[in-house]
DNA sequence: CATAGTCTCGTAAACGTTTACGGAGATCGA
DNA sequence: TCGATCTCCGTAAACGTTTACGAGACTATG
């Protein structure tokens, strides 16, 4: 059997619909004895609260949003990424009854008419950004309707709320000093589609950094592909009949690295041997050949990290996290491979 | 300026609540200047009715749930499989105004419970099931809750919902036949977690497929791994030791395929030479080395088709959908690469 | 015994929306 | 002229929950 709203358990126990609620929220003013009954109840005939009802009374849902776009691959995040970020945030909001949900946005569906039309509802307590752009209209539309968000990552139209970003200067450095100091004069990027922040703080931190080494980083050997392997593919081939071809390249698109070390093998080329090859962080490049340099970062902790950044800016939580980054560049650590 | 409710919306047009919703959702007694009015006044305030109010009164929410579980990788499926999939069904449901949500159960949660706190909760309209198990709990479930659901996937517990899943059966056929013809007589297996429910129908279809050209699938040659790349590699290593290798080996494992080619590199055998590999559909498989042999399927339709099929179920829609699949098999062909 | 305090519970209002109902005015036909 | 019909709109109830408020029954205290 089934119950199906607070009413009916109500009736089911002889008790006051009131005093259900109370025994059922934990509030103190109800008898030890009766609250047992209460949750017993409660259990053995599956009641659980009306979302809706629960939500119009109290003025929030209990869900953060996560929007993500479906179809379009633009983010350039490998396969698993974001579940494992997912899992993160997960633990942190299981302690606060909070819940996470994917916010899917389609390709025909302009985004920021979806989140305008999704925030306005009060679909969610809190949202989620990813894919950020450079030029970025939901930041704006986020802050106008007061609704606390963080971003996972960057954007030139911010409005100074929190966000957590792979730290690209540091990988930039990290990356651009390695080529230079083992004798790489022309170096490439391989970036995702422009619109996309990343690639242009990624680019903008190498030229400082090749400055110092009195290199620089030439127009043409900045690719824009998609974040797939036939993105890669295409680059590949691209490298291979260059005329000034590059001895080294480093690439942002996670999702691309295989079809990229296919383009250059097929022109001839052998990855890690006439190219370098850097990567950002792939779960598959020790199966990779040549094995790809890449950087190591923890997802998972990367998804703590945001959750808890959220909820201290939402006014019922932040006291909870009093010490949580407002805005942090995760850091990521260089593993050795073969392929640079 | 931003308008809260539909009251405030309504008192600064100077008309009742009650035309002011009407005028909203389409109903026909108000007038037609009204009626722009009030449309002109939403858009420019950004008035959104409430998702709560409106869910409250309507008895039903506007939101199909995907159920998909964190950190684990159990399905074998990455994040663009799942986003194109996606992409399909949003097309179908933009068409009445609903809204796919990807409803995250962490690691550490039960996916039982958490499902059964979602849909007690009336937070969807519909759910759409993956990763179905076996002995999969979940459908009696939703069953009992009565509410509509269809699955990407079969399972033995299945309670006649409709679903869709891909066809393992031809699939099997179709790898068994070219293998045997081929002359190959000892052939493997490599399948998720053995309470997946696909890998068992695949092996069982097999097995008749095989008996036909008087051979057998040994027992010992049905793998089971994690699928991902270390899964994949294990099992590499694992064949190239075997007492009584195998000529071939089907693989379920999306994940695994670079993994394995790595693991058996690594011992110094040759896929697709010293032994044959057949994939089931990797995005990346015209780009690894050798190239995978294995099967193309096209994830937007059958998300379309799942949506429909989802919506034929349900009594509001289920007129427009008079002739969507109850229970269909996603049918899949195989492209030819240099793996097997 | 009177009073104050404590514990427990029922009552009712409120959240924002949709919609059944009915009423006012306009139009029309006889 | 008078119903009858139609068009448009306002009123109020209802959806399921939480919570402020107050009341009744005890207990403690003097």
Known sequence: MVVKGIRQLADHLDISIGTVSRALNGKKDVNEETRRRVLEAAERLGYVANQSGRALRKGSTGVIGFMMQTGHEITGQGDTFFMSVFDGV?????RHGL?????LCSSEEDPDAYLERVVARGFADGIMLSATRRID???ALLDRRKIPFVSLGRSLTDVGQ????LDFEGM??????RLATRGHRRIAVLRPHDDLNLGHVFVERCREVLAVHGLSLEDDLIFNASPNEAGGYRIGQELARHPNRPSAIAVLNDGSVTGLFHGLEAAGLTPGKDIAVIGLHSPQARYLSPRLTCFDLSLRDLGISLAETLLASMPAYATLYPDAAHRRLWPMTLIDGDSG
Chains 1, 2 share one sequence.
């Open 162 to 165: 929190p966000f957590i970003d």
């Open 172 to 177: 930039a450095t990290t990356v651009m000093m």
């Open 99 to 103: 819940d996470l949900v994917a916010l």
């Open 137 to 139: 209209h939901r930041f």
């Open 90 to 94: 997960q633990t942190v909001f299981a």
